[in-house]
């Protein structure tokens, strides 16, 4: 059975790993290379990188660390933030990561998305999207690390990049982002009924029940968590044995013989 | 003894080297047929589509060089694309696969669930009896990296080393003699991935 996976989210600037709260205040947690093994170490399904620095120095020194990553990590490594032309993307994948995470690029110009899943398979092509929900209930898409409104209906534009071509959406909710009251359950429903590929819950998880009502309710393949991890409050392991216990299929660790 | 990984020129090989390396081995990573005639081993990974992976083989002259070697015997681990092209064709586009081994590729109807089926499976095997070396260590239901939208069904059943469960059953590995090759990918896959090429190396 297809096991709901949990992927620790480490917010890269300049080299270190930093958590946004509500995208604005940052505070450093160590070096993401390191932060990546533990992970990994404790079971991991996925690793997701997001350079939040997005400049070109950002981008060099995130493509060392993916590197370095892929040197010592066996699971799954996806890399957003600053992705902008197919040419990044073929940086990133030839660097080691297995999918890039796209955002700001496609909402100026979507057929980046259809041109990087026909060169990369889709399979590779993760489009980010932050959305926000507007006072007529509906969704709005932002770009730019969540500071630029795009006009776009959110329900509308996850269908638009299926279609063109997105192996898997990493749905962040704007709302909830950094403030550890759990996924907003309602707008992951509405995406996961709607789209035929996979989706990444993102944005809010404060204790693990979060983790299960996102897999859940909301009906998401996987969960992105940031903050719950990288101070130490749990492990990967606790989350998932949490997860086990509610009965969502989890994979079990791998116990060398 | 000489591990030679394939460059297709569709995706990264950084993976599956360094992967190799951990399994206990030094690959050599090439797109020279000599190399391949020469290997002792030869890993074939893929990403992207069939069709611009079997289209640059042609070009580098590796198609023959691939079938040759798998001809004579060399030990042949496919992996995802690598599994898929082992067919004349596939579904998805395009372009002369190796046709070793005689079935479709197929996408997933998507009545399944999520296409691509993306993400850690479990799978079983079939005969414990006669259980593939390559699979020494792995117990049943042990979970492996899936990222994919089509599948293969081999006319043969006889071939089907593993299998898994994603809405229905389907093949996720064939054993035909030297041939092995999964459509999970063990360079993605953790302890699990790094047994099976470890395995894979004492072949």
Known sequence: ?????????????????????NFVELRDAGDPVEQATVYDAQGADEICFLDISASPEGKATILDIVRHTADCVFVPLTVGGGVRT????????????????????????????????????????????????????????YSHGGRTPEGLDGLEWCKQMADMGA????????????????????????????????????????????????LTTGGADAVLAASIFHYGEHTIGEAKAHLRAAGVPIREPWNAS | MATVVIDSGSGNLRSVHRALEAAGCVPECTADPDVVRR????????????????????????????????????????????????????????????????????????????????????VTWENSESRDPILEGIPQETYFYFTHSYHVEPTDSNVIALRCHYGHDFVAAIRSENLFACQFHPEKSQGAGIALLANFLKA
């Open chain 2, 39 to 122: 290997a002792d081993r030869i890993v074939v990974p893929g990403q992207g589509a069939f069709g611009d992976c079997v289209h640059n083989l042609e070009n580098h002259g590796m198609r023959e060089a691939i079938i040759e070697a798998a001809n004579s015997g060399t030990p042949y681990l496919g992996i995802c694309l690598g599994l898929q092209i082992l067919f004349a064709s596939s579904e998805e586009s395009e372009g002369q696969g190796l046709g070793l081994l005689d079935g479709d590729v197929q996408r997933f109807a998507p009545d399944v669930g999520k296409v691509p089926h993306m993400g850690w499976n479990s």
């Open chain 1, 1 to 21: 059975m297809l096991a709901k996976r949990i992927i620790p989210c480490l917010d890269v600037k300049d080299g270190r790993v930093v958590k946004g709260i």
């Open chain 1, 167 to 214: 192996g898997e959406l990493l749905l962040t909710s704007m709302d909830r982002d950094g403030t550890r009251q759990g996924y907003e359950l309602e707008l992951t429903r509405l995406i996961v009924d709607a789209v035929p590929i996979p989706v990444i819950a993102s944005g809010g998880v404060g204790v693990l029940d979060h983790m299960t009502e996102g």
């Open chain 1, 86 to 141: 197919v040419d990044d993307c073929r940086k990133l994948l030839e660097a080691g990561a297995d999918k890039v995470a796209i955002n700001t690029a496609a909402t100026r110009r979507p057929e980046l998305i259809s041109e990087a899943a026909k060169r990369f398979g889709s399979q590779a092509i993760v489009v980010a999207v932050d959305a926000k929900k507007t006072p007529d209930g509906r969704y709005e898409i």
